[in-house]
């Protein structure tokens, strides 16, 4: 038995020899030049973004300061390097450097047709020229910082949070044929995205007893598409900046994605400035209300079970009220639910507050609308788990490089807004991803997590193989059916631009 590892060195550098085992010296390990990767859903994710056009809509409003003359590495490639690497699980930017001659990602990510992306210049020419117009291979990991830092302007990263609603509905209206749907739900939550460092803007956050910052979230329960976000500082309050974040995302969402919608929030958002413009807005709410003493005094007298024998399935009733907390402008709708749990002595209880009458969505009707949080929070938790956002950019002034002392120092970029712009992409990676989990769970009729995507999907052993005019991705059969599927949901999408 032979492991054979492949090193994808470029042509003229010395072959590398046999690596013995001791546990069994019948296997050994080799280096060859044949083309392994273990990154074969590059392509993949490259398909889901040609039909989303959505590299094309950004390209054509980021400003890139560069010289012309200068760049080797079109915009539009560092983007997908960037939303491809994120996808396949490679945080740090350094990993950038371990992928720069991966057969699968050069081809997924170049702009360039045919098998021209895998084509490597002789060692000299190399050396000679270190800015070539054709690149060998994919940008490095400082290339992609420089790109980091130009994303993180105010006109770009306004592009990239446009990117996640945009995308968002391309993917939905290619699957109504062009339209709208006629209503959506917009859950709105805040997330904790841990750091490890002094970047600025974090915070150490007693509630989650770690340095974090606290990003506004918004995503959609019926589509799972995460639509906006906001990075904020660690300590910032749930609530806080809710307002200026929701408002102007309706307006979006209203007009690219559905003719209504509504908004779904724990109980960390009903302050009365929030409420009082969706009210004036006459946009529909529910959310969750913390106990306190007043409301425990309200719900005491429905704590009670009726008369006889509890029955073996649990049970629920709901209860009318209106309430005006202290900071409120006027008393507003409050439906108690109370909860009889199977072998539990006392009653659970908790209050949702609506802008809905009780002719609109009576209180089982609302419950149920409450409760699918429960989809957008599981959405959310992919995010945290599976896309996982490095946020570690902070100003690192250089005092040597390559050995040598440095002359002429460059100032350090906006740190905080890097990090924004980095949450962006790790949002977008998220939707791209979502899509082709969509069309295969659509195809096979399964649900499928965006973790289990990632391992039987997208990262799966495979090998590239050139012939004069093509080259042939081989993967596993294990594999196969599942790309067969995904592809042909891809291939049914015909996004409508408007």
């Given at each position: 038995m032979q492991v054979r590892a492949d090193m994808s060195k470029a042509s003229g550098e010395e072959e590398l020899g046999l690596f013995p085992l001791s546990f069994n010296s019948s296997i050994v390990v080799e280096a060859r030049e044949e083309r392994l990767t273990s990154e074969p859903g590059s392509a993949l994710l490259r398909e889901a973004l040609e039909r989303l056009g959505i590299i094309e809509w950004m390209t054509a409003r980021l400003d890139d300061p560069r010289e012309p003359d200068l760049i080797t590495h079109p915009l539009s490639e560092l983007l997908r390097t960037e939303l491809l690497r994120m996808a396949l699980g490679w945080r740090d930017q350094d990993d950038a450097d371990a992928l720069r001659d991966d057969g699968a990602m050069r081809l997924a990510v170049s702009d360039r047709r045919g098998i021209s992306p895998l084509r490597t210049r002789?060692?000299?020419?190399?050396?000679?020229?270190?800015?070539?117009?054709?690149?060998?291979?994919l940008a490095s990991q400082p290339t992609l910082s420089r790109l980091a830092r130009t994303l993180s302007d105010d006109r770009n990263l306004k592009v990239l949070r446009a990117s996640l609603l945009e995308s968002a509905a391309r993917r939905i209206?290619?699957?109504?044929?062009?339209?709208?749907?006629?209503?959506?739900?917009?859950?709105?939550?805040?997330?904790?995205?841990?750091?490890?460092?002094?970047?600025?803007?974090?915070?150490?956050?007693?509630?989650?007893?770690?340095?974090?910052?606290?990003?506004?979230?918004?995503?959609?329960?019926?589509?799972?598409?995460?639509?906006?976000?906001?990075?904020?500082?660690?300590?910032?309050?749930t609530a806080a900046g809710a307002l200026g974040f929701i408002l102007p995302l309706l307006d979006e969402v209203e007009s690219k994605l559905c003719v209504k919608a509504a908004v779904r929030m724990d109980a960390g958002f009903p302050e009365e400035t929030l409420l009082a413009g969706l009210e004036v807005r006459g946009t529909p709410y529910v959310a969750r209300l913390r106990n306190n003493a007043v409301l425990d005094r309200m719900a005491a007298p429905y704590l009670c079970r009726p008369p006889g024998r509890p029955p073996t399935k649990p049970r629920e009733w709901f209860y009318e009220a209106t309430y005006q907390a202290?900071?409120?402008?006027?008393?507003?709708?409050?439906?108690?639910?109370?909860?009889?749990?199977?072998?539990?002595?006392f009653l659970h209880h908790f209050w949702l507050?609506?802008?809905?009458?009780?002719?609109?969505?009576p209180g089982a009707a609302l419950c149920d609308e409450y409760r699918q949080r429960g989809t957008a929070e599981g959405h959310m938790g992919e995010v945290m788990n599976v896309l996982r956002p490095a946020l570690s950019s902070s100003p690192r002034p250089k005092s040597h490089y390559q050995g040598a002392e440095i002359h002429r120092q460059y100032p350090s970029g906006d740190s905080f807004a890097i990090n924004a712009a980095l949450l962006m992409l790790n949002l977008l990676a998220y939707n791209v991803m979502h899509m082709v989990?969509?069309?295969?769970?659509?195809?096979?009729?399964?649900?499928?997590?965006?973790?289990?995507?990632?391992?039987?999907?997208?990262r799966v052993a495979a090998r590239v193989l050139l012939h004069a005019r093509r080259a042939i991705l081989v993967i596993g059969a294990s594999a196969?059916?599942?790309?067969?599927?995904?592809?042909?949901?891809l291939a049914e999408i015909r996004v409508s631009v408007t």
């Open positions: 002789p060692k000299e020419e190399r050396e000679r020229d270190r800015n070539p117009e054709v690149p060998d291979g209206r290619a699957e109504r044929g062009g339209h709208r749907k006629r209503a959506v739900t917009i859950d709105v939550d805040s997330l904790p995205i841990e750091v490890h460092g002094h970047q600025p803007g974090s915070e150490y956050n007693g509630h989650y007893h770690a340095r974090i910052y606290h990003p506004l979230l918004a995503t959609l329960a019926e589509t799972g598409d995460v639509v906006d976000a906001r990075l904020r500082e660690g300590n910032a309050h202290e900071p409120w402008s006027k008393p507003r709708r409050v439906v108690l639910v109370v909860q009889e749990r199977t072998d539990e002595l507050l609506t802008s809905w009458t009780s002719e609109q969505k989990r969509v069309t295969i769970e659509d195809k096979t009729g399964t649900g499928w997590s965006l973790m289990r995507l990632r391992e039987r999907v997208l196969a059916g599942l790309w067969r599927s995904a592809l042909a949901g």
